[in-house]
Nanobody, 122 residues
Framework: DVQLVESGGGSVQAGGSLRLSCAGS?????MGWFRQPPGKEREGVAA???????TYADSVKGRFTISKDNAKSTLYLQMDSLKPEDTAMYYC????????????????????WGQGTQVTVS
């Protein structure tokens, strides 16, 4: 199976920035970043298609940017203007061939998941 490893999480002050990385195979229909706040359901944050198209949850539009480097097999999430409500475990995910872009922010569209990296904003 596809192996995904997240890194780059940490603790930051509100208004600060972090860049998350996800190392692994990104040769899928699309890749996504999800997050799971304490006691909450896992939710879609951002996704990027094989051709570089992107979609974002309304809560992060204008603040987060998803990108990828195919040559390095690495997915990124640049997070700016962080807010306390962004605090969560962040997961990288890969969709596989059978998923639909229109549901790119739905967790059930994804076949492969990393172990997560914690982001804490205070």
């Amino acid at each position: 199976d596809v192996q995904l490893v997240e890194s780059g999480g940490g603790s930051v002050q509100a208004g600060g920035s972090l860049r998350l990385s996800c190392a692994g195979s990104i040769s899928t229909y699309y890749m996504g970043w999800f997050r799971q706040p304490p006691g909450k359901e896992r939710e879609g944050v951002a996704a990027i298609s094989m051709d570089g198209g992107t979609t974002y949850a309304d809560s992060v539009k204008g603040r987060f940017t998803i990108s990828k480097d195919n040559a390095k097999s690495t997915l990124y999430l640049q997070m700016d203007s962080l807010k306390p409500e962004d605090t969560a475990m962040y997961y990288c995910a890969a969709s596989g061939l059978g998923s639909s872009w229109v549901r790119a922010l739905f967790r059930r569209e994804y076949n492969y998941w990393g172990q997560g990296t914690q982001v804490t904003v205070s």
